[in-house]
């Protein structure tokens, strides 16, 4: 380490850090601790739900490729579409 182009010892450094209570060693500082652990999990999750939706975005592409098709909605004639058809909703008295 220098200042200004001045080298600094490293003995003047820990003996500086030791006499201001100071530590330069990361593992001991509780804050930088938990910054390097917490995100672990976080990563361990997104990797497990990155591989689910992965094999379920292939199992659907999958699926479209060999002609299954989702279930529609079919009206009272048997007709698949409702852009021209009106469907009655039967009302029930209480």
């Given at each position: 380490?220098?200042?200004?182009?001045?080298p600094i010892p490293e003995s003047i450094?820990?003996?500086?850090?030791?006499?201001?209570?100071?530590?330069?060693?990361?593992?001991?500082?509780?804050?930088?601790?938990?910054?390097?652990?917490?995100?672990?999990?976080?990563?361990?999750?997104?990797?497990?739900?990155?591989?689910?939706?992965?094999?379920?975005?292939?199992?659907?592409?999958?699926?479209a490729f060999q002609g299954e098709t989702?279930?529609?909605v079919t009206s009272e004639e048997g007709?698949?579409?409702?852009?021209?058809?009106?469907?009655?909703?039967?009302?029930?008295?209480?």
């Amino acid at each position: 380490m220098d200042l200004n182009g001045v080298p600094i010892p490293e003995s003047i450094i820990k003996a500086n850090a030791a006499a201001s209570g100071a530590s330069t060693a990361y593992r001991d500082i509780g804050y930088l601790r938990l910054q390097v652990i917490l995100p672990w999990p976080a990563w361990l999750f997104a990797s497990i739900s990155a591989v689910i939706l992965f094999q379920a975005s292939r199992k659907r592409s999958r699926s479209a490729f060999q002609g299954e098709t989702t279930p529609s909605v079919t009206s009272e004639e048997g007709d698949s579409t409702f852009s021209d058809k009106y469907v009655e909703e039967k009302v029930v008295p209480c």
